[in-house]
C-alpha cells in the first residue's frame, strides 16, 4: 500500500509529518489487563491536570488547533480528536475499554497528544493519499453523522475518503474480525524526523506485543 501527502497539504504546513504502521496476521481482541489498568490511570492523571490546566494549554492540542485553522476548519467548532478525547476526560466520562487496538490508540493518542486511526486494511482500496476535503466530499462517521469533509485534513483511497483527525467514517473501524490494519498518527508539525520515527516506532512495538503479526512503520512529510 503506497502512502502520499498532496501538494495542499505540504504548501499550507511544510513540517507536516504522518506516521503510518502496517499490520499483517493480527489478533484483536479484549484488552489485556495491563493496558485497560494503564489507560484507566492515565485518564484519571489528566483529569487532575485540568484542575489546573485548560485544555488548550496542552502541547498537542494547542499545535493541532493551529493546524485545523491553517487549512481552514475552525477548531472550536471542529475540534481534533484528541482534545474531543481529553475535554470528555474532563467531565470524568473515562474511555470505555472497546477492543485492544483501538484502546492502544486511544493510549498513545493520550499520551502523545496527537490523533491517532487505525482501520481495518480489508476495507481500503488502492493508494492512499491525505489531502484536505473538498466542499462535495462527505461521509458517515462513527458517531453516524454525515460529516462535511470540506477543509478538513483527509485520507482517501480508490472509493473516496474513509478517516480524518477530526472524526473517521464507518467504512473501516477495526473489529475482533481484523486481520490487517493500518495505523496513522498525525505527528506533531514541531517533532523532528527523529523524534517522529521514534514515536511511530514506539507504538508500532507496543501493537505487536499485544496482537502478534507483522508490522512495517514509515514516516512521511
Given at each position: 500500500?503506497?502512502?502520499?501527502?498532496?501538494?495542499?497539504?505540504?504548501?499550507?504546513?511544510?513540517?507536516?509529518?504522518?506516521?503510518?504502521?502496517?499490520?499483517?496476521?493480527?489478533?484483536?481482541?479484549?484488552?489485556?489487563?495491563?493496558?485497560?489498568?494503564r489507560?484507566?490511570?492515565?485518564?484519571?492523571?489528566?483529569?487532575?491536570?485540568?484542575?489546573?490546566?485548560?485544555?488548550?494549554?496542552?502541547?498537542g492540542?494547542?499545535?493541532?488547533?493551529?493546524?485545523?485553522?491553517t487549512?481552514?476548519?475552525?477548531?472550536?467548532?471542529?475540534?481534533?480528536?484528541?482534545?474531543?478525547?481529553i475535554?470528555r476526560?474532563?467531565?470524568?466520562?473515562?474511555?470505555?475499554?472497546?477492543?485492544?487496538?483501538?484502546?492502544?490508540?486511544?493510549?498513545?493518542?493520550?499520551?502523545?497528544?496527537?490523533?491517532?486511526?487505525?482501520?481495518?486494511?480489508s476495507?481500503?482500496?488502492?493508494?492512499?493519499?491525505?489531502?484536505?476535503?473538498?466542499?462535495?466530499?462527505?461521509?458517515e462517521?462513527?458517531?453516524?453523522?454525515?460529516?462535511?469533509?470540506?477543509?478538513?485534513?483527509?485520507?482517501?483511497d480508490?472509493?473516496?475518503?474513509?478517516?480524518?483527525?477530526?472524526?473517521?467514517?464507518?467504512?473501516?473501524?477495526?473489529?475482533?474480525?481484523?486481520?490487517?490494519?493500518?495505523?496513522?498518527?498525525?505527528?506533531?508539525?514541531?517533532?523532528?524526523?527523529?523524534?517522529?520515527?521514534?514515536?511511530?516506532k514506539?507504538?508500532?512495538?507496543?501493537?505487536?506485543?499485544?496482537?502478534?503479526?507483522?508490522?512495517?512503520?514509515?514516516?512521511?512529510?
Amino acid at each position: 500500500m503506497n502512502f502520499t501527502l498532496s501538494p495542499a497539504i505540504k504548501q499550507l504546513c511544510p513540517s507536516f509529518k504522518m506516521g503510518i504502521i502496517q499490520y499483517k496476521n493480527i489478533e484483536v481482541g479484549d484488552s489485556p489487563q495491563m493496558l485497560k489498568g494503564r489507560l484507566r490511570l492515565f485518564q484519571e492523571s489528566i483529569y487532575f491536570d485540568l484542575e489546573s490546566k485548560k485544555v488548550t494549554e496542552f502541547e498537542g492540542v494547542s499545535e493541532w488547533r493551529k493546524l485545523f485553522k491553517t487549512f481552514g476548519t475552525d477548531p472550536s467548532k471542529y475540534r481534533p480528536s484528541i482534545e474531543a478525547l481529553i475535554r470528555r476526560i474532563g467531565k470524568q466520562t473515562y474511555l470505555p475499554s472497546i477492543n485492544s487496538a483501538v484502546d492502544i490508540n486511544n493510549f498513545f493518542s493520550l499520551q502523545y497528544e496527537v490523533p491517532i486511526g487505525i482501520y481495518d486494511s480489508s476495507n481500503l482500496e488502492g493508494p492512499i493519499e491525505f489531502t484536505i476535503g473538498k466542499k462535495e466530499e462527505s461521509y458517515e462517521a462513527l458517531n453516524e453523522r454525515n460529516i462535511s469533509l470540506e477543509n478538513k485534513i483527509i485520507s482517501k483511497d480508490a472509493l473516496g475518503a474513509f478517516g480524518s483527525p477530526y472524526v473517521d467514517s464507518n467504512r473501516a473501524y477495526v473489529t475482533e474480525k481484523t486481520t490487517q490494519a493500518v495505523q496513522f498518527i498525525y505527528l506533531k508539525p514541531s517533532l523532528s524526523e527523529e523524534q517522529a520515527y521514534k514515536l511511530t516506532k514506539s507504538l508500532s512495538d507496543m501493537f505487536i506485543q499485544i496482537h502478534g503479526g507483522e508490522a512495517t512503520y514509515q514516516v512521511i512529510s
